[in-house]
Nanobody
């Protein structure tokens, strides 16, 4: 039973930082690619960042390149998203997801999802 639980969301002012965490259980963390996605009310779900099973390959949406960093701590079965220089347009519910194969930022290719953590950036 795959379980993904996000945490670390909150409210921050423009230019601030947050670090999201995703605690994973129920599968071999090393064999699954993982990603962060976000969705704001009335908008399509957007892929933010993804990382390969071994943590050696990463990709980012153009909108967050240079500001966000995805990483994983394999011994702790935990995925992270460090978000710096936050902007109001980053406001969304952020979801952690897992896929058996490299799925980049294609949300439809991810089989398992957490319930999300809210990030709100005020200007």
């Amino acid at each position: 039973q795959v379980q993904l639980v996000e945490s670390g969301g909150g409210s921050v002012q423009t230019g601030g930082s947050l670090r999201l965490s995703c605690a994973a259980s129920g599968y071999d963390f090393r064999l699954y690619s993982m990603g962060w996605f976000r969705q704001a009310p009335g908008k399509e779900r957007e892929g933010v960042a993804a990382i390969s099973g071994g943590g050696h390959i990463t990709t980012y949406a153009d909108s967050v390149k240079g500001r966000f960093t995805i990483s994983k701590d394999i011994p702790k079965n935990t995925l992270y998203l460090q978000m710096n220089s936050l902007k109001p347009e980053d406001t969304a519910m952020y979801y952690c997801a897992a896929a058996r194969w490299w799925s980049s930022l294609r949300g439809d290719q991810y089989a398992y999802w957490g319930q999300g953590t809210q990030v709100t950036v005020s200007s």
